[in-house]
């Protein structure tokens, strides 16, 4: 998915129609929802702010959908199944995530403000 999901990220919809690209489906909200998603979420802009020349949107998720073969024994999504894949802008680079590094309110633990 990742070629194709960059080739849509790259052009310009008013000059090529990206339509065609994946197959879809309209979520509740009536977004897009590619149907080869593992994970889709649909949001709601809250707000824009310009920053550095770039648009930064704050939203809010109305909508998630999620392959089941991604949910958890508790029916959450478990981000290890998935191995997402973060767009980083300063470099333009794709990050696969998806490793456990620490738990919330465990690391410190082990550390003491004497070390």
């Known amino acids: ?8 990220g790259s052009v310009d919809g008013d000059k090529v129609d990206k339509s065609e690209v994946f197959d879809y489906h309209r979520g509740e909200a009536g977004t897009p929802v590619i149907d080869e998603a593992p ?36 029916g959450k999504i478990d981000y290890n199944k998935m191995h997402t894949v973060l767009f980083e802008f300063p470099t333009y680079s794709y990050i696969l995530s998806g490793d456990v590094i620490g738990k919330y309110r465990k690391m410190h633990d082990n550390w003491s403000k004497k070390d």
């Open 39 to 74: 994970l889709t979420m649909e949001l709601e802009i809250v707000d824009v702010f310009e920053c550095n020349g770039f648009d930064n949107f704050i939203c809010s998720i109305s909508n998630t959908y999620v392959n089941e073969d991604n949910l958890d024994e508790n």
């Open 1 to 8: 998915m990742l070629e194709k999901a960059d080739y849509v």
